[in-house]
């Protein structure tokens, strides 16, 4: 039933407690309004303090989402051929689950189980519908397993090996730090509640630098901006290094305490003058003493990265060097210091209890979502069955020229459970309708703040729209599954969600939650968690010297690893194509959520690429033409803008758009690579070589 957070008992709408399920480190607490079954209003939880009552544009106008005329409401099988324009006819739930049934036992008898790949990511991040029935199901079938890869696991990766676990600082504690570096990151439209607390550190007096390729919306708004060429973020931050020793500004109490590895660090550092560093990222070295010194002096110094930065064949090795930082200055002493990945590693999730990896049977292969292009080409070890949840590839992954060939194989067969007709659902032989939020059960950690929060569904779900926990524990019976953990309710699951032992969790359980919304991990209040060392490291120090990573046979130490495709690592390539390529969030897409809504398809209006008035003009190429933007592996049409708020030499595209939505029925991805990174196997969306050039087609 709704949970009224006035008295259920008054007359009138019904008040609902929710969370913003999407990929964004915010995680918001909200309140739905529902009146006679149909919410009308929601709005930020005021007394939930990331949030304080503030939902971003997106969100805010959510019910457009949920009450879109264009949802997928019933179970379709397509009539036609696959790809756009794919005609669809409804069928029944029984007839879509036996049809999926019947072909997964085909699959598993002639082909074997690992032919059947599921394809998730982060377009539900509740911990119940991102990954538990669903995990369990795909688990017991002995289906592949997907490496998740594609957003964040190689900064992730590069983290852990400095610091421990996915664990920073408190973004409360930004509003009292003294130097905030935005790092690889636009806050402005993708880290709202933590641009508030910049914000208020501003006006208190802090100094705030965003470091990032180009003028960005919060860039714009800080005191300075560095504009490094794409892919040289761990360059810059040897050359903070370099300038710290030399000039004597490392805390080295904090250092022979609390670290390990800092001679052989400072004799690497030593190698990455500002000179050097000036070259490498197309940079004054003036400006990598200045920042050095601001970094090393204000106190306390704060750093809020985030997976920007990563995207590339360094990426891994970039957030390496960018976490040694704070220990370097002793900035963890202070709540307000130190740095801000992510806080995920802060939450004792279950996932064991949640998705049961015991469930798999043998030794199934694993399938890197980053490379699903190739994956669903490769003749040798076909794909023959795709199920597609949470997830839109045929617009997200990488050259998707070959994910398109993939999916239109004739032998592939595919589903694909969605709220709307994505590029991908144009290719599945069996569409299912998914629920938004505001019609299902969900308890959510954050990888932003540090509390816990529910979700309550407000209203019953649209059509015969499913949950992905029902979804596949409807498919699990099919299977004939009869393991009890199919049998959990999603009341079940949320009560598994979390390692009820772990003292953070104390006092926190599910039936209060679903009640008060959200609570505060029980850490301490303020939160340093560093502030004497401690690290969740095997040596406890911050390892800017990692032996697990000596004993793997790679280098104990971070490093600046320069991109697989720039002038130079690749003069001949440079020579054809000599624009760096990046396609960050476009303000009112997330990834590719919400970029079928009329509101913020107008307020976008078109794909855009936005070059340097030099690089326009070189090209003989002015504001507003439409241009081809290509490579080896393909290209788009946009329409370009020219603007110096993008350096010389690099080409920026506002992303991620639907294809179908596109002028000439192509996106971003079309020019972006396979090749993953360095650490954790990841994407390299930001290693790219491109041209743009007049596109005669129009």
């Excluded at 264009?70 to 029984?94: C, M, N, Q, Y």
């Excluded at 004597?248 to 109490?253: I, K, P, R």
Aim: proline share 7%; aromatic share 8%.
């Amino acid at each position: 039933m709704p949970l009224d957070v006035r008295d259920a008992s008054l007359p009138g709408p019904t008040i609902v407690r929710g969370a913003c399920p999407h990929d964004c480190p915010d995680t918001c607490a909200m309140h739905v309004t529902v009146e006679n079954g149909r919410a009308i209003a929601l709005r930020g939880a005021p007394d939930h303090p990331p949030t304080a009552g503030v939902l971003c544009t997106k969100v805010a106008r959510y019910l457009e989402r949920t009450y879109s005329p264009d949802r997928v409401l019933h179970p379709l099988r397509r009539t036609g051929p696959k790809g756009p324009g794919a005609r669809f006819e409804r069928i029944s739930w029984d007839e879509a689950l036996d049809t999926i049934a019947d072909r997964f036992r085909a699959i598993v008898a002639t082909d074997g189980a690992d032919a059947i790949v599921p394809y998730s990511y982060a377009g539900n991040m509740g911990l119940l519908q991102y990954g538990s029935m669903d995990r369990r199901f795909f688990h017991r079938l002995g289906a592949a397993l997907l490496d998740r890869t594609i957003c964040a696991s190689a900064g992730k990766a590069g983290w852990v090996s400095v610091i421990g676990a996915t664990v920073g600082m408190d973004v409360e504690a930004y509003a009292e730090s003294e130097l905030i570096l935005i790092w690889g990151s636009n806050p402005v439209a993708s880290n709202v509640h933590f641009w508030a607390r910049a914000q208020a550190a501003k006006r208190r007096g802090a100094r705030l630098v965003a470091i990032d390729p180009y003028r960005s919306a919060t860039a714009d708004k800080c005191h300075e901006h560095v504009a490094v060429m794409p892919g040289t973020d761990a360059a810059l931050a040897f050359g903070l290094m370099h300038v710290l020793i030399r000039d004597g500004l490392v805390d080295q109490d904090y250092v022979a305490r609390y670290t390990v590895g800092y001679d052989a660090l400072a004799a690497r550092a030593a190698t990455f003058t500002p000179s050097r560093v000036a070259t490498l990222c197309g940079i004054e070295a003036s400006t990598v003493e200045r920042l050095a010194h601001d970094y090393g002096t204000r106190n306390p110094a704060a750093i809020r990265l985030n997976y920007g930065m990563q995207r590339h064949a360094g990426g891994g090795n970039a957030v390496r060097a960018v976490a040694c930082l704070p220990a370097l200055v002793g900035a963890w002493r202070h709540p307000a210091g130190g740095a801000l990945l992510s806080s995920s590693g802060t939450f004792p999730v279950d996932g064991a209890a949640l998705e049961r990896p015991d469930l798999i049977r043998g030794t199934p292969r694993t399938v890197n979502m980053s490379a699903i292009g190739d994956a669903l080409n490769d003749a040798a070890h076909p794909i023959k069955a795709l199920f597609v949840y949470n997830s839109n590839p045929l617009a997200v992954a990488p050259e998707s020229a070959k994910v398109e060939r993939g999916l239109a194989r004739d032998d592939l067969f595919c589903v694909v459970h969605e709220i709307f007709r994505t590029d991908t659902a144009d290719y599945a032989d069996i569409l299912l309708p998914a629920t938004t939020h505001l019609e299902n059960t969900d308890i959510h950690n954050s990888y932003g703040h540090l509390y816990v929060t529910a979700n309550n569904p407000s209203i019953a779900p649209r059509g015969e729209a499913l949950a992905n926990t029902e979804l596949f524990r409807r498919l699990a019976a099919r299977m004939g599954f009869d393991e009890p953990c199919f049998a959990d309710s999603d009341d079940d699951l949320a009560r598994q969600a979390f390692r009820r032992d772990d003292p953070r969790m104390a006092g926190i359980d599910w039936d209060r939650l679903k009640q008060q919304g959200h609570a505060r991990l029980n850490v301490p209040t303020p939160y340093a968690p560093f502030a004497e060392g401690n690290f969740p490291t095997r040596s406890g120090r911050c390892e800017f010297h990692s032996a697990t990573l000596a004993a793997q046979g790679a280098d104990p130490l971070p490093d600046y690893v320069p991109p697989r495709e720039s002038a130079a690592t690749a003069p001949a390539l440079a020579r054809r194509y000599p624009l760096a390529f990046i396609s960050p969030p476009a303000r009112n897409f997330l990834n590719s959520s919400f970029a079928n809504l009329p509101t913020f398809l107008a307020e976008e209006r078109e794909p855009r690429v936005w070059l340097h008035p030099d690089d326009a003009a070189s090209r003989a190429l002015s504001e507003g033409d439409r241009v081809r933007v290509h490579n080896d592996r393909g290209a788009f049409a946009a329409r370009l803008h020219v603007t110096d708020r993008v350096k010389p030499g690099v080409a920026v595209a506002p992303s991620i758009w639907w294809r179908k939505l596109s002028p000439d029925g192509r996106n971003a991805n079309q020019v972006t690579g396979q090749a993953l990174t360095d650490m954790g196997r990841a994407a390299t969306f930001y290693d790219c070589l491109v041209e743009v050039a007049a596109d005669t087609a129009t």
